[in-house]
C-alpha cells in the first residue's frame, strides 16, 4: 500500500511539473496564433513575403529558448509567504491574476520573437507597380556590309551611324529600342528593351568585320526587325533602316519583307546615308598611323527600293550625306504617335515596422505588469 502510494504522489508530482512548463508554452500559442494572423494580413495580403535576412530568426530562435529555460528553471525558487492562518488560506480560490501568472514570461518570449522577425526584415513582393508611360517600340536597322567603310560622311559611314545610333538611344526615355545588325546575313545584337545603358555599350563595340559585310541582306534585316515586333503590343512599331547599298543578298526580297510590315502595321523609316555611290574606303594605316583610303570604290544604290519600302508601309524615306544630316532624320522619329506601354515592376516594400512596433508593444506590457499587478516577490 506505501509503494502504491509512493508511486500515485510521484505519477501527481510528474504531471504536475509537465502542466507547470506546459502553461507558458500554452500562453505563447494562445497569444501568437492571432498574432501570426494579425501579421500575415498586414504584411502580404496575398502571402507573398520574402525575408532579407532569414539568418535573424535564429537569433531569435535562441533568445526564446534561453527565455523559457531561464523562466522554468526560475519558478520553483519562487519565494514562499509564510502565515499564522495558514490552514483557513489553503482553502482559498486562486484568483485571476494567480491564473494569468505565465502571462508576462509569455508576452516576453512573444516580444522577443517579434523584434527577431523584424531583423530579419520582411518584404512584401507580391506587389507590383503598374505605370503606364509614352512610348514606341523601335528596332533600329543597321548596315555593316563592306560600303559602309566609305569616307564620305566626315569619316567612315558605320561610325556616323554609330553616332547617329547613340545619340538616338541617349534620348530616349520610355520607348523600347531593340538593335538588328546586318551584312550578308542579319542578326538580332539586342531585343526590345528599356535598359539604355545596355544598348549603348553594344553599339559602342560594333566593328566593320564583326560579320561578313560581302553582301547587304536589306529584306533579312527588315524581316529579323519584324519577328522583334510582331509579339509587341505597343500602337506604334517602327523600323529605322540605316544603310548605304543596295539589296543584293538574302533568301527574303525587301518588296516581302515590306508587306510583310505592312500586314503586322509596323511602319518602316528607311534612311540612305552617303554622298554617292562611288566613295574611298578605307584599308589600314601607314607607318606614321595615319589612315590610307583607297578611292574611287564603286557600290550601287537603289533609293527607288527605299523609297517603295517607307510608302507601302507608311513610313518615310530620307536621303543624309553628312553625319549632322543623318542625325536630323533620326530624330524625326520623335514626332511619331506615342503608345501606351504597361511597365510593370516588383517592388520590395519592407515590412519589418509592423513586428518591430508590434514586440515593442508587447515588451512594454510585460515591463508595466512586471513592475506593478504582477510583481513577484523576493
Given at each position: 500500500m506505501a509503494r502504491r502510494a509512493e508511486?500515485?504522489?510521484?505519477?501527481?508530482?510528474?504531471v504536475r511539473a509537465a502542466w507547470r512548463a506546459l502553461v507558458p508554452v500554452a500562453w505563447v500559442v494562445a497569444l501568437g496564433l492571432p498574432v501570426g494572423l494579425w501579421l500575415e494580413g498586414h504584411l502580404?495580403?496575398?502571402?507573398?513575403?520574402?525575408?532579407?535576412?532569414?539568418?535573424?530568426?535564429?537569433?531569435?530562435?535562441?533568445?526564446?529558448?534561453?527565455?523559457?529555460?531561464?523562466?522554468?528553471?526560475?519558478?520553483?525558487?519562487?519565494?514562499?509567504?509564510?502565515?499564522?492562518?495558514?490552514?483557513?488560506?489553503?482553502?482559498?480560490?486562486?484568483?485571476?491574476?494567480v491564473r494569468l501568472r505565465h502571462l508576462p514570461m509569455a508576452l516576453r518570449v512573444l516580444a522577443v520573437a517579434l523584434l527577431a522577425f523584424a531583423l530579419?526584415?520582411?518584404?512584401?513582393?507580391?506587389?507590383?507597380?503598374?505605370?503606364?508611360?509614352?512610348?514606341?517600340?523601335?528596332?533600329?536597322?543597321?548596315?555593316?556590309?563592306?560600303?559602309?567603310?566609305?569616307?564620305?560622311?566626315?569619316?567612315?559611314?558605320?561610325?556616323?551611324?554609330?553616332?547617329?545610333?547613340?545619340?538616338?538611344?541617349?534620348?530616349?526615355?520610355?520607348?523600347?529600342?531593340?538593335?538588328?545588325?546586318?551584312?550578308?546575313?542579319?542578326?538580332?545584337?539586342?531585343?526590345?528593351?528599356?535598359?539604355?545603358?545596355?544598348?549603348?555599350?553594344?553599339?559602342?563595340?560594333?566593328?566593320?568585320?564583326?560579320?561578313?559585310?560581302e553582301g547587304t541582306a536589306i529584306g533579312n534585316a527588315v524581316g529579323t526587325a519584324i519577328n522583334r515586333l510582331r509579339s509587341s503590343e505597343a500602337r506604334s512599331r517602327v523600323i529605322i533602316l540605316v544603310t548605304d547599298g543596295e539589296s543584293n543578298t538574302g533568301n527574303i526580297s525587301p518588296d516581302q519583307a515590306a508587306q510583310f510590315a505592312e500586314t503586322l502595321g509596323i511602319r518602316i523609316y528607311t534612311i540612305l546615308i552617303g554622298t554617292s555611290d562611288e566613295t574611298s574606303v578605307s584599308i589600314g594605316r601607314d607607318i606614321f598611323g595615319l589612315p590610307v583610303n583607297q578611292p574611287g570604290q564603286y557600290y550601287p544604290i537603289?533609293?527607288?527600293?527605299?523609297?517603295?519600302?517607307?510608302?507601302?508601309?507608311?513610313?518615310?524615306?530620307?536621303?543624309?550625306?553628312?553625319?549632322?544630316?543623318?542625325?536630323?532624320?533620326?530624330?524625326?522619329?520623335?514626332?511619331?504617335?506615342r503608345s501606351m506601354i504597361q511597365d510593370l515592376t516588383v517592388r520590395f516594400a519592407e515590412r519589418f515596422h509592423v513586428p518591430l512596433l508590434l514586440g515593442l508593444l508587447l515588451l512594454g506590457i510585460d515591463l508595466g505588469l512586471r513592475a506593478t499587478r504582477m510583481r513577484r516577490f523576493p
Open positions: 508511486l500515485r504522489d510521484g505519477t501527481v508530482r510528474l502580404a495580403p496575398e502571402g507573398r513575403v520574402r525575408l532579407a535576412e532569414p539568418w535573424a530568426l535564429l537569433v531569435g530562435l535562441g533568445a526564446v529558448l534561453v527565455l523559457v529555460v531561464e523562466g522554468y528553471l526560475d519558478w520553483p525558487r519562487s519565494g514562499r509567504l509564510a502565515h499564522s492562518h495558514g490552514t483557513l488560506m489553503s482553502g482559498l480560490k486562486p484568483g485571476i491574476w530579419a526584415r520582411p518584404q512584401d513582393s507580391g506587389r507590383r507597380d503598374s505605370s503606364e508611360v509614352e512610348g514606341i517600340d523601335i528596332v533600329l536597322t543597321l548596315d555593316m556590309s563592306r560600303s559602309m567603310a566609305g569616307e564620305d560622311m566626315g569619316g567612315p559611314r558605320i561610325e556616323a551611324a554609330k553616332a547617329t545610333t547613340l545619340d538616338f538611344i541617349r534620348r530616349r526615355i520610355s520607348d523600347r529600342v531593340g538593335i538588328v545588325v546586318f551584312g550578308r546575313e542579319a542578326y538580332t545584337l539586342c531585343p526590345l528593351t528599356l535598359d539604355y545603358n545596355v544598348l549603348q555599350s553594344m553599339v559602342s563595340r560594333l566593328q566593320l568585320g564583326q560579320l561578313n559585310g537603289n533609293p527607288e527600293l527605299l523609297q517603295r519600302m517607307a510608302s507601302r508601309t507608311g513610313g518615310e524615306y530620307a536621303r543624309a550625306t553628312s553625319r549632322e544630316e543623318l542625325m536630323h532624320q533620326v530624330q524625326r522619329i520623335d514626332q511619331l504617335e
